[in-house]
Structure formats: C-alpha cells, structure tokens
C-alpha cells in the first residue's frame, strides 16, 4: 500500500485524493509536512490523539498555523489527548501545550511522532536535526493502519501518567531512587514534612530517648501528624518511655499512636515511600547527620524490622500508667552478656533516686571497677549529691590504707569495710531504691577489666527478690559496725589488759562472744540468699512442669472420649454393639471422665497452693446459684429416686465467683448423692443468714476445720450467708473426719472405694471458700446424716 | 455448614471428623497452625464454624488469632478456641474480648461438641 513519492521539487499534498479514496503517502518538505498538519487538524470530526517526542512541544507551541489549526479544532469541540515525554528543556513548552490540549500525559523515552484523529494517521519523521520541523510525513487514511495505530495509542496512553504528577517531580527535584547523607537540621526537618505529606497509609518512627524529639521539633509535623488520621495515614511511634520523658511522650501521644519497648537504641523513621536514620544527637549538634533513602528494598527492610519491634512492644498508655501510678511489671532476668551486664550496671547507677548499696565480692573488684571507670557515676556524677550511697568493700588492715588516700570527698558516700572473711559472696551486688537488684557473679578475680572478670548477671525488680538483697546488705552493714565494737572493746581491753593483766580472761570471754555472732549473721544471710535463689527457681519449674503434666494428659484423653461416646451412640456410624461390648466400653469412658476429673483436680489444688486461683467475681443472685449448681444433678437424683432440694432462706446478692463457688455446691452434692442410699435417699441445699455471733461460737468449739482454716475475715460487721449441704447418708464420724479437708484424704469405707473420686474436691472446696474469705466445716452437732457448712460474706472482704 | 478444625492431634482431629461426618456435616481438617490460618484467610467467611487449638509447635493458635486480630478478621468469623486450658489461660479471656466466639475445652464430649456445632449451624 505505501508508496513512496520521489517528485521534487515536492508535489503539494492531493487532499482530495485523500479524501475520496483510501491511501498511503509520504510527502516532503517542510512546508508540506505543516500544511498537511493543519488541514489534518482541521478536518478532524470528534478526537485528535498524538504521540510525539521531547522535541515536538517546542513546535506544537511555536509554529503559529500548528498552534492556531489545533485551537480550531478544540474550539470546534474535537477533543485533543497528547502524550509526550516531559524533561527538565522541555517543561516551559509542555505547560503551554497543557493550555491548548485537553489532556496531556508523560511517558519515558518516546521516539517519533504520530498524530491518529477519526479518520486519519499522519507520522511526521525528523531526518537530521532534532527541535526542528519534519521533512518528510507519512499520511495514510486506510482504515486498517488508523484504527492499527489508535490501538498502538491506546496502549501507550494507559501507561503514560498524568503530565501533571511528572511536572511535579521533574520540578521539585523528586529523583528515582537514592540514598543520601544529610548534614544539615534543616534539611532533615524538610524530609521528615515531604515524607510525611507523601506518606500514605504508615509513618512510622522509632527512636531512643535522645532522639525521640526531633521530627516532632517541627511544627508544621506536628500539625500534619495532627491531620494524619483524617486522610488514613496511621502514624506510629516506638520508643522507650521513662521517667524523664513521660510528660512528652503523653503530648505525643495526642497525635499518633506510642508504644513502649525497654532499651531502644538508635533512630530510624519509615514511611510508604522514604527512610530517614539519624545518629545519635551530640552536644554541637542537636540534629545530627542523617541517611536518607527512597530505595523500595530499604524501606521494606526497616518497614519490617518496624513490624517486629512494634509488635514486642506493649501500648504506651499503659506504660505510662505503670510509670504514673508506679507500677513496674515485676521480672527476674538473667543476663548473660557481661558487656550488657556492665551497661545495665550503670544504668541504674545513674537513675538511682534516692538510696544505692553496692557490695562488692572482693577488694579487687571494688578497684577494677573503680579503675574501668564502671563507678564513676557514683564518683563524679553531679545529681548523685541527693542519693545516699553506701559501699561495702572487702579488705583488710593493709588495703584499707591505699583505699582511704583516694578516697572520695563526697559526703553522701558512706564505706565500710568487711573484713574478707566476713563475706564469701561471689558477686557483686547492686540494690538501687530498694526498688530494683543487680547482682553480678564474679568468675575470675584475676582479670584486669570489669568485662573480663564477671559471668552472668541476674537483674529483679521483684519485691521479695530486691528485698531480700536489702536484707542481707544492711546484715552485713550492721557486722561492720559490730566489728568496729569489737575492735574498739579490743583496744579498751588491750588497755585494761596492761592494767588488769589478771581480767584477761573475761576479754577473751567477750571477744569470742562476739565473734560468734558475727559467724552467725553472716551464717544466716548466705542461707537467705541461697533459699531465695532456689524457691524462685524450684516454683517457676514447678509451674511449667504442672502446666506441661496437665496438658499431656488431658491431650490423649479427648479422643477418647469422642469415640467411646460415638460407640456408645445407639446410632452410631460404627454399628450396633453387643450388650457386652457396650458395657465394656462404659467402662472404660467413665474411667476417662474420673481421669479427666483426677487432672483438673489436680491442677486446681496446685492454682490454690500457689495462690493462683483467680477469682472472677461478681454480683450473682443466690437463688439461682444454687438452682444453676444442682440442675446438673437433677437426672441422676432422678435416677437413683432421691429427693435433690433446696432452702433459700435469704434473699438477694452476694459477689463471688459463680463459677467456683458453683463447682463447691457440686462437689458436695455430688458426695452426698454418692453416699445416700437408694430410693430413700434425701439431700438438702440450705442458704440462711449467719446466726448470732454466740451461736456461731458454739459452732466453731466443734469446728474440725483445722487451725489455719479459720476464717479471715472477722465476722464483726459483716454479714454472712451460710450454705448447707445435708443428707441423709449414714455421716461421717470418729477421728477420721478431722482430716476430711486436707489433700488426697479419703475416709475408707467401702462406699469411698465404690465412689472412686480423687480425694481432692473437698480440699478444693476448701481453698475455694477461703480464697473468698469463708471458712467450710463439717457440722458435728448434726447426727442423722451428714451436714457440711461453709459461709461467703455478704460483701466483698479480700479486696 | 461447612466446618474446619486447626488441630496438631491427628487422633483427635480423625475422631471429630468421624463424628461430623456421621452426621453429615462438611468438615476440613489441617493439623497445622500455619496451614489453618491460610485456608482462613483465603476462605475467609466460608466456614460456619471453625474449632481452634492453641497448643500447636511452630505456629500455635495464639499466632493465628493475633494474625486474625490484625487482619482484622477475628470478629468475623466464629472462631470457637479448642483447648485443653492449663495454668496461663490469660491470654484466653484478651482474645475473647477481642472477637473469638467462646472456649471449648478438651477433652470435649459428644453432647458438648453437638450443642456448639447446633449453635453455629447456618
């Protein structure tokens, strides 16, 4: 179809011919190609569509006849969409063709230029010289090649963005990927804004505390932070929040979201987009260098790290409160990497309030650590003037010498002396406010630096722990003093000696004395130390292994369950069973449900014993407690044609835990159903007001709940309600009942065995009602049966 | 209904399938934390029931409600915790108050396992 025109000079372009018949032609000559051009324009019916190079914007604008022929068009209502590559020459022409056109795009590295309208395709082609005019153009009018190239447009169109977003970029200098060093405040302050406004759905920030502040020194962050939400930008901080910082965390708390993670270190801010680290703020610089990146593969990295460490983290709202209200989550840590140990160590030398005891394992440590600067905080830091410290340091008569000439002008700092064999402690021990403990084992004295010398560390702000460090600091604090008596009486007897020469027994006699007690306290004080260490560590064991045994055991225990339960269904999808068959496997479920009884016993016992029973407890109706505790038993009481009742005599409320205090009605009733015989079998659920206080003293004389099972809380004052639970079995009598309420107790009789039970569920009862400030006992004075009583308090009295 | 149990305890997994599908109830199993919380994400709202244990090695069922939680699909789906519970069960009652539907605790009986499954039934 193409054919070419060799003519010249150049024929002028047959536009009729075009008009009427379909063809392909290329014609030459400056002057052709912009006639051919405007007619193009201004025949066209509905669209223009052109693709044109950096150059063409230039001579799209320049060219009057173009410019005018393409305004013609536009004004004629023909719709005008250019593509065009926008570069930093070119800006100026492609703001002038956005005016003329209705829609301009950009696109990366266009060659060549195509103009598509209803009908028509024209291809102007630049042989030579770039920014000029074309000299020759290829015009066809063939359906097939117009509606070719319009698709070739399309395509090109849906990949080019809007001119407007890559004026933008080109004119603010945003570059494709980099990463830079800032140096200077300012322009880090301008990257955190542009970030920030750019950012779309994160911003995220994390920071220690010296650099915490330094987005947020901007106000016009902060106003955008304030907006953040409104346009679903979600704005997050992570840092570490403390005593210092608090009053800026919660003012930042206002406008994004803080969470709080122990020893942050270092900085680094991410958002959709950009990543900005900065070093760590120095005295001449308050915001120093930082690292810029819009690298995609950076962002991710530090957009994930983000996640992690956001994730360990808890809220800051509840730091703060646990800050506020002085609340630290009690931990025991040990830590095993001595450098951290040593930045821990002075750590909390610096932010010691008020008290600090320090006692050293040996002179040498004392001087190593002196000599590796590890106390200078304590030496030389000014704040220290209102925290008492006190030091006890392992040495002798000689020592003691070298010591006092370099000692310490500070009044607040208090040394004594242990004589080295006062104290066999291998570690050196910190207690800062009474609050929290440091204590650093000691393995090889020799070594030169701090570092070298310690092995693990174990950090508590546990009360009991740092209390008990307390204890054995202020033992041997007070052995000194009683060595200095001892030493002082030496002297006043060594002179008394020269007098009296014959009174030297009794010297001895005192010296000995006190030398005996002084092996004593430091006898008890190792012993302290020593069962503390070892009661933390045998019951966090123990809790893990209960935890373990149990679920271990209820684990196989599920599945069979289900498919006894499924074989014993009459319309099961195994089949019918034999009789025989069937009464085997009732066996064997009903001895899972005793097993499964026995774990969840046991597990119950070990909660009371530790003091880990937690009660949900709320105001429930007593009447329906007691009704929702036996309804269970109603079918069995059925069954067996016992009479199952109850006896509200009170009215009302009463705040506990439903669930517990309902699994000790149970328990009892369940005992009383097993022993009651058959048929004439009855059992009561009583629920009356405590009687008077004298009456409730006769009660007690026969009370077999044992000496540590009497009651909490005083009754003086408030009311309780008595439950009993009363059958007409055949009781329980003789000494065995005075154990009735300890673990794994079982009175023997032959109906016990028959029963099975695990010989725990009084003992939980009883743990049960105590742990609501009750008391449980076995009503002695009632004979024709048995009858356990226990009362609850009317009003809560444990809190 | 269509039912999914995440369990890592093949033995019981089997004996819940074998009741379910006894009673002609669809029924999916996967003995993987990971796997559980895929087939959630991926099916999200198809499932009228979906049973989940906590005590899996790897990825336990902490993990996948926390993903759930944040995925923002916890609420949605009826997520019944499958646990034979033991002393730490704190983490239990956050997740509770943050969507998952209630606690059923091993070992489980048939009747128990019925009335949940008559509970959610679509």
Redesign the interface.
Known sequence: MLTTCPSSPPRPPSLSNANTAEGTEVFYGEENVVNLVVQFASKSGSKIDACIDRTRPLLATEIKPLKEAFLAAKSRGVKLRYITEITTENIPYCKELMRIVDELRHLDGIKGNFYISDIEYLAPATMHAEWKPASQIIYSNVKEIVEHEQYIFDTLWNRAIAAEEKLKEVEEGRVPEKIEVLHDTATTLNRYLHGLCNAKSRWDYYADQESLFVPFSDPSIRTELQNAKTRGLRARVLTAITRENISFCKEILEIVEVRHLDGIKGNFGVTDTDYIAISAPTEEQSIPNAVYSNVKEDIKQQQYVFEILWNKAISGEQKITELEEGIMPQVIEVINDPAESSILYQDILRSSKKEIMLLFPSFRAFNRQKKDGVLDLLIKAPYHSNVKVRLLVPSDENTIKQVENSLYSNPNIDIRYLESNASTTKSTILVSDREVSLVIELIDDTKEHFIEAIGLSTYSNSKSSVLSYVSIFENLWALTELYQEVKEANEKLEIANKQLIGKEEKQQALTSSLEKTNEELVGLSRLLSKSYAELSAANKAK?EF???V??EL??????????T??LL?SK??FGNITEKQKKAIQIIHND?LRL?VLVSDL?DV??LDIG?LKLKKTEVDIEQLVNESIAEFMPLAKDKRIKLGTDVRTSGTIKCDPGRISQVISNLVKNSIDFVAQDKGRVIIRVEEERSEKEEKQEKDVSISDSTAAPKASSGGNHKVVFTIEDNGPGMHGSDTDHLFKKFYQIDTTATRKHGGTGLGLAICRGIVEAHGGRIWLDKTYTTGASIKFTLPRNDVTQ | MKVLIVDDNEELTDAVKDFLDSIGIECKVTNEGKEGLNEILTERGRYDLILLDMAMPQFSGYDVLDTLKKEGVLKSENIVIFTASSITDNNIDDFLAAGAKEVLKKPVSLDELSQVIEKYRS
């Not at chain 1, 209820?554 to 498919?563: D, E, G, I, Q, R």
């Open positions: 809790e209960m935890s373990m149990s679920h209820k684990t196989p225990l599920a599945p069979m369950k289900l498919y339960e499924m269904k099961s999808s899972i499964e597990l070990y909660k880990r």
